[in-house]
């Protein structure tokens, strides 16, 4: 079964300061790898996705996440964090047909 | 996108009692699932609501506890039953797209607290 490892659960930033949050999957098939955001009293949100192609994906709010196949990880990547920034982050994998796998958060908090 | 509401977004109940949660969609989905995610853990799918027929349960959950019902395309219901502290969770009503059946939206969810 496929599994899901965010080795980061709470990382506390200043504002400016950048950002990298780490995820590393099991399984070495063809996945589809996401990032969710769920900010404070907010829904969980669609951050950024891969499918397939360029493994450097670009989302929303200036985040972006690089897919590296050898290393089995989809980490999460800001140059610059802002306040509102602060949400908890998820990582997911597909494999296939299967179902959404889900990582077991970073809840990020950035300090102004 | 997908726009998701969920009701109740919360609730608090007696241990043994059951609560009904109602997801309803504002466009035909072709998938809809309901998730789980405990204090300090990690989403965990509870089942896939498939119209007309009975909901695909995952390993750990059974229909008797946690009864879904998904009559269209838009709407699907989960029942806690016989419900007990350890149900305590935020319940998550997900769907995906045909089209795009990799990327799921998700409700706000619903608060449970059994006490």
């Known amino acids: 079964a496929q599994s899901v490892s965010q080795h980061n659960h709470h990382v506390i930033l200043s504002e400016a300061a950048s950002l990298e949050l780490g995820c590393n999957y099991s399984y070495g098939g063809t996945v589809n790898l996401f990032w969710y955001v769920q900010y404070p009293g907010q829904h969980l949100q669609l951050l950024l996705k891969?499918?397939?192609?360029?493994?450097l994906v670009k989302g929303i709010k200036g985040f972006e996440a690089e897919f590296i196949k050898s290393k089995f990880s989809f980490n999460l990547r800001k140059p610059s964090v802002q306040w509102s920034d602060t949400a908890e982050y998820f990582c997911a994998v597909k494999l296939g047909y299967q179902k959404v796998t889900f990582g077991t958060g970073t809840k990020l908090q950035v300090i102004p | 996108s997908a726009v998701i509401s969920q009701k109740p977004s919360r609730d608090i109940c007696q241990r043994g009692t059951s609560l009904t949660i109602q997801c309803q969609v504002d466009s035909q989905v072709t998938m809809m699932f309901w998730y789980r995610q405990q204090p300090g853990q990690s989403l965990t799918l509870i089942a896939t609501?498939?119209?007309?027929?009975?909901?695909?349960?995952e390993s750990g959950f059974v229909i008797d506890k946690f009864p879904i019902s998904r009559p269209n395309l838009t709407f699907s219901t989960l029942t806690v039953s016989n419900m007990s502290p350890e149900d305590s969770s935020i319940y998550l009503c997900?769907?995906?797209?045909?089209?795009?059946?990799?990327?799921?939206?998700f409700g706000p969810g619903t608060r449970l607290t059994v006490l």
């Open positions: 997900s769907v995906s797209y045909a089209s795009s059946y990799n990327e799921q939206f």
């Open positions: 891969y499918f397939s192609g360029d493994p």
């Open positions: 609501a498939n119209q007309g027929s009975e909901a695909t349960y």
